[in-house]
């Protein structure tokens, strides 16, 4: 049981370490401060015309694809981040090939003009 008590000692305190700072502004609060405003559906003072739940136009998509595209390419990028004498061959290769292959699809969306604001 003896080895085990790390792991239960980190069990016990890593609730606490995590649930401890979201209960310790609780006391400090006031409720003195609040205003009918502050409290509606949206803080710009306007109130929100139609439903929540409508459809949107499908250009919305593209773009957010286009957003997603640059977390990989850091990710996979990370292989670079050591010492160039210790990457080996194979490694430097596929990484040029991930590149390369990044690349063509993003000149591919740049002719056909998928970034382009209409």
Do not use: Q
């Amino acid at each position: 049981m003896s080895e085990f008590a790390p792991i239960c000692i980190y069990l016990v305190i890593s609730p606490l370490v995590s649930l401890i700072p979201l209960g310790v502004p609780f006391p400090f609060a006031s409720n003195s401060s609040t205003y009918p405003e502050k409290l509606s559906a949206h803080e710009c003072g306007s109130d929100p015309s139609g439903d929540a739940r409508s459809r949107f136009d499908i250009r919305f998509y593209p773009v957010s694809i286009l957003f997603i595209i640059p977390d990989p390419e850091v990710t996979f990028s990370s292989p670079w981040a050591v010492p160039p004498n210790k990457i080996d061959p194979f490694g430097s290769w596929s990484m040029m090939a991930f590149l390369l292959i990044l690349t063509i699809g993003s000149l591919y969306e740049w002719k056909r003009g998928a970034s382009d604001r209409e």
